[in-house]
């Protein structure tokens, strides 16, 4: 599948976009046999499923992951690649479309000191990417300020129309407030994401809200490993006495 066909699906008409986040080949298949048009892997799901902390997956790991699910299906896939491994653009895009994906995460983190990065910097960084790339991807531009502790709308706004100006096909200012969407997303000028928290709105309301493409973090693998706690739970107990 290519980046036109996922870049079309964030334009309508059956909007907001779903995105589930397989972790695997297995459950890449599972969400695309159940009839979604296009998958987003999430780094954190990946890492816990290849036994690592959440932004400690080492790239060649995370890129082998990544070329295993776009392998098990024939429908778009979006990989978040946190913030490209330190690798140039030109080395980033190659080892996307290597893997198979049509777009990318890139979020504005220093994972070095945890601290967001200087947003011209960022803007500069995604314009070389979109550069190296052309057409060949969609990029989802993540802006972490309330993530990182940074409540300021405004900054989020700044942020999103300086990397909208970079080439990114949209932005995603996650953990933002729910009702802060539409206005972010009317501010900046593009499709914006939205991710599914436990106690936060679903899918369907984050689109009412305001948000374009709605996606999940870890949230879909932590779900199923719960699923599998309770499943092993109930065999021990159907075990024998002393067996």
């Given amino acids: ?67 295993r699910i776009t392998r098990a299906v024939d429908i778009p896939v979006s990989a978040d690649v946190e913030a490209g491994y ?13 893997a198979g994906a049509v777009g990318c995460n890139l979020e504005d983190t220093d994972h070095a000191t945890g601290a967001l990065r200087d947003p011209r910097q960022q803007a500069d960084w995604l314009a070389r990417v979109r550069a190296e790339a052309g057409d060949a991807l969609v990029i989802n531009a ?12 405004d900054e989020t706004i700044r942020r999103g129309r300086l990397y909208a100006e970079a080439g990114a096909d949209c932005v995603y200012p996650i953990a933002a407030p729910p009702e802060q969407l539409a206005e972010l997303a009317t501010a900046i000028g593009l499709p914006l994401n939205a991710v599914v928290l436990p106690q936060g709105p679903g899918p369907r309301e984050l689109g009412t809200l ?22 092993a739970a109930q065999l021990r107990d159907d075990l024998p006495a002393g067996g």
């Fill in 142 to 153: 993540r802006i972490d300020t309330y993530l990182c502790g940074v409540q300021d709308k």
């Fill in 1 to 67: 599948m290519t980046a036109a066909a996922l870049r079309a699906l964030h334009h309508g008409p059956d909007l907001p976009l779903v995105l589930p986040g397989p972790w695997d080949a297995a459950s890449a298949k599972v969400f695309a046999d159940a009839g979604f048009p296009a998958l987003a892997t999430p780094s954190a799901g990946i890492a816990a499923a290849l036994g690592h902390r959440d932004g400690q997956t080492p790239a060649d790991e995370m890129f082998a992951a990544v070329t």
């Fill in 86 to 98: 330190g690798l140039s653009a030109k080395e980033l895009v190659g080892r996307l479309l290597d």
């Fill in 210 to 231: 305001g948000a374009t493409r709605i996606t999940f973090g870890p949230g879909l693998q932590q779900r199923a490993m719960t699923a599998l706690a309770h499943l």
